[in-house]
């Protein structure tokens, strides 16, 4: 079974960034046609999905990865905010994360130390907060 299905998707594009937002997408509508009884929404929602299968069994592989890189560029903004809070929020289990009260630097110090003496490595003045 497994190889037929490696059989047929030879040379076809497959999925990507954008097929999975075009079904996620296409859920989200579903359910919510769904609760409000709306054929418009059951429309433009199975139109997402069979939209993402296209894309998804595609031999035009060029096409549909110009497709992607657009959709990369125009959510670049959305997805580095996501990742930096990510970030923020695990670098929070193991460090205090501070703002220089004198240029607002984020200043990230490790939890443990006790009461330290912190240097702004931006503006070079100190002050003192609990690590």
């Known amino acids: 079974m ?8 030879y040379g076809r594009y497959g999925m990507d960034s954008l097929g999975r937002f075009t079904i996620i997408a296409g859920l989200i509508v579903m359910i919510l046609a769904g609760w409000n009884n709306s054929m418009i929404l059951s429309l433009l929602s199975w139109a997402c999905i069979i939209y993402s299968y296209f894309r998804m069994f595609s031999r035009n592989i060029y096409k549909r990865s110009s497709e992607n890189q ?60 609990n690590s």
């Open 2 to 9: 497994k190889e037929k299905l490696i059989r047929l998707m």
């Open 70 to 129: 657009w959709y990369l560029n125009k959510t670049y903004k959305v997805r580095t905010a996501f990742y930096k809070q990510k970030n923020l929020m695990i670098q929070r289990r193991t460090h205090h994360i501070y703002k220089c009260p004198a240029c607002r630097q984020k200043i990230r110090i490790p939890k443990g130390k006790g009461r330290i003496e912190i240097r702004c490595p931006k503006c070079s003045s100190t002050f003192i907060k």
